[in-house]
């Protein structure tokens, strides 16, 4: 993302910068003072003048005042994943920067990204103090399910969701969500053929689409695409989910606040405007239905209101605003959704014969006479295959985490407070790793005509921090996409190349036209 500054703000940074200089390098010369006292410790002598072995800290380039090695990410703007990469050929697997004033490390192969997620998980489940993570949640990011720092009452609300969003065999919420996608499908396409032949704003309609599955499945509400609270709510979760997709100068120099006051009221009147909506429109409703009866559950809304009213609960009771923010949380994972599918459909536009080949698929597998199901996923291994690969060449950025104590990551010193960034761009990218890693090749993920997903393909993070909605994504995105293959010829308007920028999955709300006809 690139940021335009006017001369006069220009100079105002300036005189900004040089205001606080001085108390960065004060703050980054005591860190390198502890960091240099750890290191010399860990190079002490016995009794009997055998040197111990301890863990060094990581490699890394040298850190300048107040940007600290910031400097070293400018020209990658578009993709600073890339410039982590870049700096990893250099210093190796595990290095380290200053961020600002912040101690991080930067991991990016399978066995060093494993360690944090998975092996030592409990020793690196914190997340960042980013400023706009609070700003999301009515200004404490703990109201998060996916940026707060994890704790016993997070744990209690992750239970709740994957009891909902993590199906279980052939279950009855799995049944109940089918239901809503497949009667979603029949408003979408209704929708599109009343514009048949002409550039539309597909993401638009995608997006209404994707709310309007997730209000229905755990709100049991559903919304007219032309309501205008409703397109609001919908334009509001997208520039959330896209602010979130991108960093933004505060994030490590938090001095520079001053100067984003309006960007950072944006963020306010927009998720209070969600809120508000969510309030008015389905959690009163809700609250007021299952005051008869607490125990009649019809969904995941009825579960969380269920809890406040059980006067039986033995543990922590929730209250509303704990209800109003994870229903906020889980609706805005619904903008994942347009954005992947939008980016399917681009890179499928660009190679033609992959298009032909999942068209192939859907005729033999399911015909034209049905609708698809999500039974079907078992049979189309192509079609599996290539989501795979956009999600692959995508490289959806994780969530940064927070060492909680000191630590070891690959044979190196982590301290305690750390911000570690998981590098998945890395890993799928590496030339050792993948062959033609920057090539559109779907069949990487098809042996002997079996679906096979590497064990270092990792599109929704893994372990206890695992995105909790990562079934529910794959398995609209799978009904939307051979839907809309099924019936649609799709088209690009005449001139427009999609643009598909790597290192994150959101894309402009306006991103690019479709032109959708009738198939032949």
Not at 148 to 165: G, N
Not at 171 to 177: A, I, Q
Not at 185 to 193: F, K, Q, R, V
Request: hydrophobic residues 40%.
């Amino acid at each position: 993302m690139v940021f335009v500054l006017a001369p006069a703000t220009i100079v105002l940074v300036m005189m900004v910068l040089v205001a606080v200089a001085a108390q960065e390098t004060a703050r980054r010369r005591r860190k390198q003072k502890q960091f240099a006292q750890t290191t010399s410790s860990s190079q002490s002598r016995s009794g009997d003048d055998l040197e111990i072995a301890r863990p060094s800290f990581p490699p890394g380039p040298t850190p300048i005042p107040f940007l600290g090695n910031l400097h070293n990410l400018f020209k990658y703007n578009e993709c600073p994943y890339e410039g982590f990469s870049a700096l990893g050929r250099k210093y190796g697997p595990v290095y380290s920067l200053l961020l600002g004033s912040n101690p991080t490390v930067v991991v990016g192969t399978f066995d060093t990204i494993k360690e944090v997620l998975v092996t030592k998980a409990n020793k690196f489940d914190a997340r960042p103090d980013i400023l706009r993570f609070g700003l999301y949640f009515g200004g404490d990011r703990q109201h998060s399910l996916a940026l707060c720092d994890w704790s016993e009452r997070q744990k209690k609300r992750i239970t709740l969701a994957r009891s909902f969003l993590m199906f279980r065999g052939n279950s009855d919420w799995l049944k109940t969500f089918e239901t809503n996608v497949l009667s979603e499908m029949s408003t979408l396409t209704t929708e599109l053929d009343q514009q048949l032949q002409k550039p539309i704003k597909a993401k638009e309609l995608l997006s209404y689409c994707a709310m309007n599955i997730f209000c229905g499945y755990m709100c049991s509400k559903k919304f007219e695409y032309k309501e205008d609270g409703f397109q609001q709510l919908v334009k509001n979760f997208d520039f959330i989910f896209n602010d979130i997709n991108n960093g933004h100068p505060t994030d490590f120099l938090p001095s520079l606040v001053p100067l984003f006051f309006a960007y950072m009221n944006k963020i306010n009147t927009k998720t209070a405007a969600i809120r508000e909506y969510i309030l008015d429109n389905i959690c009163r409703e809700k609250y007021h239905n299952l005051q008869g009866d607490p125990t009649k559950i019809n969904d995941l809304v009825d579960a969380c209101f269920s809890n406040l009213l059980n006067e039986n609960q033995e543990d922590e009771k929730w209250d509303w605003q704990t209800i109003l923010y994870i229903v906020e949380d889980l609706l805005g994972g619904s903008s994942a959704i347009s954005n992947i599918v939008m980016r399917f459909l681009g890179y499928i536009l660009q190679h033609p014969e992959i298009m032909h080949n999942l068209r192939s698929e859907i005729d033999a597998k399911i015909g034209r006479e049905r609708a698809p199901t999500l039974e079907d996923r078992h049979d189309m291994v192509y079609s599996q295959a290539v989501l795979y690969e956009v999600l692959r060449l995508t490289s959806s950025p994780i969530v940064p985490h927070v060492a909680t104590e000191d630590e070891t990551i690959g044979g190196f010193q982590v301290q305690k407070g750390s911000i570690i960034i998981v590098n998945n761009f890395e890993m799928n990218t590496s030339p050792d790793l993948w062959d033609e890693p920057l090539s559109f090749k779907p069949e990487r993920f098809i042996e002997d005509g079996t679906l096979k997903k590497k064990a270092h393909f990792i599109p929704f993070s893994t372990g206890k921090r695992a995105c909790v909605g990562s079934k529910v994504v794959s398995y609209i995105t799978f009904i939307v996409i051979t839907t809309l293959l099924q019936r649609y010829d799709i088209s690009l308007p005449q001139g427009v190349k999609p643009d598909l920028p790597r290192g994150k999955i959101s894309l402009d709300w306006e991103s690019y036209d479709l032109v959708f006809s009738e198939r032949k």
